[in-house]
């Protein structure tokens, strides 16, 4: 679905501020709080909780996240999902979450509405009440950017820093092709796995595949090691390549480094029980240079996707 | 000082992604702490905290918020500011900021140094660390969206909510001509009026004033009332207008409800002693209908900053 609108009467700014943010109301219904615990007031209040809290943020802009082809409850889902995977990536669980949305006066505003509508029901089902938020205009853009907080599910926070040489390195799910296949907003964030993966003293350091693995592994990476992945490893997503899963991003599977000492058997078989529908797959070791098997991807050839590739203007 | 560049080698997109974020680092310094507690990890982690806890988010965008009349050590420092004078409004105080940006490839990097070090300077100087982010790019566009989280300063939260007609309106600071005067990226949150305001049990509801008090006022205005305001107790910037003082907007500044039980003259002699240099203003009281005095402001006139004045396109 297109976006932007050619009628004016169709438009949000023909809505007026007050009647959209009425609007907004009603498309978020349960989803969003009364205020001061939701939308309304200066700030939204958020209850008391123990423990730490995790905060991360993540946009969708169109033409970069989204294009005329995902329809615009997709979009909204697919908003929230990202930070739900950054969070899975931590072991935490969701709190709240506050919307910045910086539009065209001439977005439709049936657009609008099924793109709050999908947020609303994936708020929902994750139970993630959106409490807040701001609506900005400015020309030729559609840009919403979802500031979540949460706390860690148990004791334990699980960052990207804490492997060694010598530990397994693991994935969940596929890679590959997830922009062909639909999977950048059809894909499940991994909260559960990631809770679990957080309770198990063996795994060291863990994040969240989305910009490609070859990229990602280097922020998992011990000083002084490096990953060796062996290519047929890697679990494909159907028809795709192993440059794909290497270089695609959008993923959104969580990677984690497994501490050499655990027995892999044991902890799959636990993961099995655990989750016997997501599939666990071994795909290499992190190792000191001087311990490379042969045959191993060669990932340097690889860069992931790249955040901030202008458009040459000299 | 204009943003963007013509030579492709002074914009960002020439320092490519991964010097950015390490600029970045570099240019938040202090302000920014180290990963997971900052920058580097899926999500930041923020240390546990009793209370209930405040999150308000807001923007800042190139040709709404700031222009190149603005220097950008000012615009980060607007961004961090109006956000704070949302907490100060519930009686809050900063715990972290998290920011998003969206940007063209051709802005230039020194603009960009700029503003990140004026939001550095600013979260420096108000203990805000800058936990984490988002950088993306959009074509033509430059707009950073800031997420504060808070807690509670005292035991009391103060609402929109809670006003009762006979209440007196007041305001802090002066009002109007906020973009001529340059106040609107010059002004100071006033975090530790908000505090002590929520401390006072007579101050029954609390708001910001962002887009002109004839707009914002109707949320602070309790169902079956109005407010009575007297033309010439406005405090008007010099130079300035009552309907500038009314309409224009971008003021920061609080507007609260006192109890109409409570002692006007000594509140404003603790408040005198609390804050000498703060200006604090009766401006007139919420009345029934029928107990309107004469001679008050008509504000049905005045309509405030829209934030969704779309051009017309058919």
């Not at 200066?42 to 946009?59: E, K, M, N």
């Not at 693995?213 to 795709?240: E, H, M, N, Q, Y």
Request: proline share 7%; with cysteine.
């Amino acid at each position: 679905m297109h976006p932007f609108t050619r009628h004016h009467a169709d438009s949000v700014s023909a809505l007026g501020e007050e009647k959209l943010i009425a609007a907004i109301r009603r498309w978020l219904g349960s989803a969003s709080p009364r205020a001061p615990f939701g939308i309304g007031d200066d700030c939204a209040v958020l209850p008391a909780a123990r423990g730490r809290r995790l905060i991360t943020v993540d946009p969708v802009i169109y033409g970069r996240h989204f294009d005329d082809t995902v329809p615009p409850r997709a979009v909204g889902a697919k908003l929230l999902k990202r930070n739900l995977s950054d969070l899975a990536a931590m072991g935490g669980r969701p709190t709240a979450a506050v919307l910045a949305l910086t539009l065209d006066a001439g977005v439709s505003r049936k657009w609008l509405e099924q793109f709050y509508r999908g947020l609303a029901a994936c708020a929902r089902h994750y139970r993630v009440p959106i409490v807040g938020g701001d609506i900005a205009q400015a020309d030729g853009i559609i840009a919403a950017s979802l500031t979540l907080v949460g706390t860690a599910s148990g004791r334990r926070i699980v960052t990207r820093t804490g492997a060694r040489a010598g530990d397994w390195i693991y994935v969940t799910g596929r890679l590959g092709g997830s922009l062909r296949s639909g999977h950048h907003y059809r894909f499940t964030p991994r909260l559960a796995e990631g809770a679990w993966l957080a309770r198990q003293t063996g795994v060291r350091a863990m994040m969240d595949l989305s910009d490609g693995l070859a990229k990602d592994l280097r922020a998992l990476t011990p000083p002084g090691a490096l990953p060796a992945l062996l290519p047929g490893s890697l679990p494909l997503r159907p028809g795709g390549t192993v440059a794909a899963a290497l270089g695609d991003g959008e993923d959104y599977e969580l990677v984690f480094a497994l501490a050499a000492r655990t027995d892999p058997t044991g902890f799959e078989r636990a993961w099995r029980r655990a989750f016997p529908r997501t599939r666990l797959t071994q795909i290499g070791r992190f190792v000191s240079p001087g311990n490379s098997p042969p045959g191993i991807v060669n990932l340097t050839k690889f860069h992931g996707y790249e955040h901030l590739k202008g458009s040459r203007r000299s």
